[in-house]
């Protein structure tokens, strides 16, 4: 077994300012400090994620995240073997400021830089909370990401499908915006759903006779919008119990349309590689009691068995970062100064490149 090193991830590529320190080897690796640095308050005024004020908050945090992830892990950078950092994709300004961070800390104490793939950190999670082995199907569903993944070896990945426009985490932050309930609006989309009736609203479930794995959410933001004014127009304000009834119906679609589309994805997956040994779930939207379940449910279904890691390493965490950098380390896979930010950066690098942008930066 591969001798245990320690490695530092650093963290910036949307709103959380991350850093962790993680050890071991590529088969028994533990999260030694995760620190997680938020920046809800400082976007909150603008229903959005703004990237300059991200990366402001970034550069000045990512000192601080730094230090705290080694005092908490007790240990010195003369302790640490290599320093992970994200270098792609995402808002640009943010990602730069934690790769020059960690560009600084490698010149400064002669340690090897290596670069990684925010989506890889996700998509190679389940090996790190659950150590299920390779090839296994990734749903990432994030505020900015929704992507099925068949993942094959730390670098090789095959994007079987995903959404064509908004991510599922902004579907449900832009439904809490237009139904006037607070940011992030998935929780909040969730709790007021617990009391509504799924069937009050007939919302639209679309691309679900294509047999392809890819999604689309715009158009289910644009229905609950005409719905709420609808609403308004008949009862002169949104009443509280309807408005229930209305994320319920959202939450269904949106629901429906993930669980019925990993069903296909499954099928994609083990057309190409029939040992699939888990479906794994990651992103922040994997929170969501009501599409877990039916996830859960649809596993069992299929007779497959379903991962999903501990919310804290679901959502954006520099853990995850530093995981990928000690598999890539075992590889010998380190980057040099030339390393670059890149706001694009498809882990698929033969999938054709989805165009447009979501409220938490490029789509990959
Ligand atoms: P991430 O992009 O992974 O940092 O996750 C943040 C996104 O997850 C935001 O768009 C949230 O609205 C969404 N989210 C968080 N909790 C939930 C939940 N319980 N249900 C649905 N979406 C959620
Ligand atoms: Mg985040």
Redesign the pocket.
Known sequence: MTKPVTILGIESS???TAAAVVRGNAHDARVVSNVVFGQTEAHAAFGGVVPEIAARAHAEKIDRAVEDALNQANITLDQIDAIAVTAGPGLVGGVLAGVMCAKGLSLAKGLPLIGVNHLAG?ALTPQLTDQIEFPYLMLL?????CQFLLVESHDTYTRLGGTIDD????A??KT?RILGLP????????TAALHGNERAFALPRPLLHRDDCNMSFSGLKTAVLRARDDIIAEHSGLPTGIRSDLCASF?AALRDVLIAKTRKAMVAARAKAPAITALAV????A???S?RTGLEALCAEIDTKFVAPPLSL???NAAMIAFVGLLKFEHGQVDDMSLSARPRWPLDQTSPTLLGSGK?GAKA
Not at 282 to 285: H, K, N, P
């Open positions: 949307c709103d959380d996700h569903v994030s505020g900015g990401h991510a599922p985490g902004e449900f932050d809490a940011q992030p609006g998935g929780p909040a989309v969730e939450q990651a992103g922040g939207v929170a969501n009691g599409i679901c959502t954006d938490k």
